[in-house]
């Protein structure tokens, strides 16, 4: 048995898929970035009059992917503690591994926090769902209790 995932509280997909697919007691989570449900916009990005990227912080769009990854999983009804796996892209690696990194450990590492398996690559872009340029997605593998 599978089940459709649709969280309220993470972006809108920007393709036909769901956020998540339940089957038996594992959750997958389609691909989630830094984008704001219900707008275009992207924490830490700053765009031009044509709303082309200028800049971005890496450390803002890392929470802003885990807090929406963190909806997914409660209106699944999982939790941050059930990750098991996490497949992260990033698009500019020698720029925003450090910083990804740090942003990782507060979510991550230490006593108490869940420790996931984990694989990080370099990507040469990600979708853009309406001209939001963002530079990191995870995708990410749970339990379900």
Same mark, same amino acid.
């Given at each position: 048995?599978?089940?459709?995932?649709?969280?309220? /509280?993470?972006?809108?997909?920007?393709?036909?898929?769901?956020?998540?697919? /339940?089957?038996?007691n594992m959750?997958?989570?389609?691909?989630?970035?830094?984008?704001?449900?219900?707008?275009?916009?992207?924490? +830490?990005? *700053?765009?031009?009059?044509?709303?082309?990227? *200028?800049?971005?912080?890496?450390?803002?769009?890392?929470?802003?992917?885990?807090?929406?990854? /963190?909806?997914?999983?409660?209106?699944? +009804?999982?939790?941050?503690?059930?990750?098991?796996?996490?497949?992260?892209?990033?698009?500019?690696?020698?720029?925003?591994?450090?910083?990804?990194?740090?942003?990782?450990a507060e979510?991550?590492?230490?006593?108490?926090?869940?420790?996931?398996?984990?694989? *990080?690559?370099?990507?040469?872009?990600?979708?853009?769902?309406?001209?939001?340029?963002?530079?990191?997605?995870?995708?990410?593998?749970? *339990?379900?209790?």
């Amino acid at each position: 048995m599978t089940e459709r995932i649709e969280s309220q /509280r993470a972006p809108e997909p920007v393709g036909a898929y769901p956020h998540a697919r /339940r089957v038996g007691n594992m959750l997958y989570l389609s691909g989630v970035g830094p984008r704001q449900r219900g707008s275009k916009d992207i924490p +830490g990005v *700053t765009v031009d009059a044509e709303g082309r990227m *200028t800049d971005y912080d890496i450390e803002a769009q890392c929470r802003a992917c885990f807090e929406n990854i /963190r909806g997914v999983l409660e209106d699944a +009804g999982s939790s941050w503690d059930n990750i098991v796996d996490v497949l992260v892209f990033l698009t500019d690696m020698p720029r925003d591994f450090a910083g990804y990194n740090r942003v990782y450990a507060e979510y991550f590492a230490g006593e108490g926090k869940p420790n996931p398996a984990r694989t *990080t690559v370099e990507i040469s872009r990600l979708p853009q769902g309406g001209n939001t340029p963002i530079a990191i997605e995870l995708k990410v593998i749970a *339990t379900v209790e």
